[in-house]
């Protein structure tokens, strides 16, 4: 069906998943860039050959997904359908209405990695490409902040980029090197101690070009990898991680407006939160399964597809 790109309705030629995220991409790099909303969306839809309707839809959707606006995200939904609810966004955006429920929506974001500009950087190894072909080949890593009545907790995540698997992750009272190491230790013990060809990415922040976050790296065979200052998203992967752990956890609806009282407390609720996200999580990335199940399932075909030695 020929691609039809006139203004009014959605198209009705079906686009991979893959197409719908470049394009989304092309609208949110020209609308940073230009500072405004207006005219990104059809500039990009007359670029691509594209309904401009139905590229205003897919930015939407990705906002909500990402809780930047409310809305039925695509993992509910799926819930839903497979629950055996075949209900539409749009109706259950109505009923969301109706009862008085909204979806969470992120705020923007503090940076917490401070660079260091007399100290030597590594490379980008990574240049925002954020796909692997297996467990262990990237891992991304970054810093954020939760207020507390008792002072700042600060918040490491390492993830695995094949499968969105948090590795690694620590909440302290300060932002030191020493928080990133515990949070490597963490993910070396979960993951293993010699992780050959490796790349760790993460923003440019002091706690990130110190000698012993390289020294501690290269300890388990891996090799840091740095993104350009002040760019998000040259670590868009860990970003994003970032943000919905903010908006399903520290600002989410059951802490209805409620405040954290001390540093412990976001550990705790941290903790349980890192095992829902690994293990309950439905991710639209990893076909809508956890990353646990999406390891194993990799796992075991790597297991089918080995030769059977000594069976003549």
């Avoid at 979806?103 to 980008?124: E, F, M, Q």
């Avoid at 065979?221 to 992967?237: E, K, R």
């Avoid at 752990?245 to 407390?265: F, H, M, N, Q, S």
């Avoid at 076909?287 to 390891?295: A, G, I, L, S």
Wanted: charge should be neutral; include cysteine.
């Amino acid at each position: 069906m020929p691609k039809d790109t006139t203004a009014g309705k959605p198209t009705a030629r079906r686009y991979s998943p893959e197409e719908k995220a470049a394009a989304v991409r092309m609208v949110r790099t020209l609308r940073a860039e230009l500072g405004t909303e207006h005219g990104t969306v059809q500039r990009v839809a007359a670029q691509l050959g594209y309904g401009t309707e139905s590229v205003r839809l897919w930015v939407r959707q990705a906002d909500i997904d990402e809780g930047h606006q409310p809305g039925l995200s695509t993992t509910d939904a799926e819930k839903l359908k497979a629950l055996g609810h075949d209900v539409g966004r749009d109706q259950v955006a109505r009923l969301m209405r109706t009862a008085g429920i909204e979806g969470v929506r992120r705020t923007k974001r503090v940076r917490t990695t401070k660079p260091d500009p007399g100290v030597p950087r590594h490379p980008d190894l990574v240049g925002r490409d954020f796909t692997a072909t297996a467990p262990n080949q990237l891992w991304v890593t970054d810093l954020t902040f939760v207020p507390t009545w008792a002072g700042i907790a600060y918040v490491c995540f390492i993830i695995d980029a094949y499968s969105r698997m948090i590795v690694g992750w620590r909440v302290a009272s300060h932002m030191r090197t020493t928080m990133v190491l515990d949070a490597i230790e963490v993910a070396r013990w979960s993951r293993g101690t010699t992780l050959t060809g490796l790349r760790c990415h993460s923003g440019a922040g002091s706690q990130f070009t110190s000698i012993r976050y390289g020294e501690r790296l290269a300890e388990i065979g891996a090799v840091p990898s740095i993104g350009t200052v002040g760019d998000s998203y040259d670590n868009a992967l860990a970003e994003t991680v970032n943000g919905y752990y903010k908006a399903e956890l520290i600002r989410g609806p059951a802490r209805e407006g409620r405040p954290w009282k001390t540093v412990e407390d976001v550990e705790l609720a941290t903790l349980s939160w890192v095992h829902w996200h690994n293990h309950d999580r439905l991710h639209g990335y990893l076909n809508d399964v956890p990353p646990t199940e999406f390891e194993e399932t990799f796992y075991a075909q790597t297991r089918t597809d080995q030769p059977l030695v000594g069976i003549q």
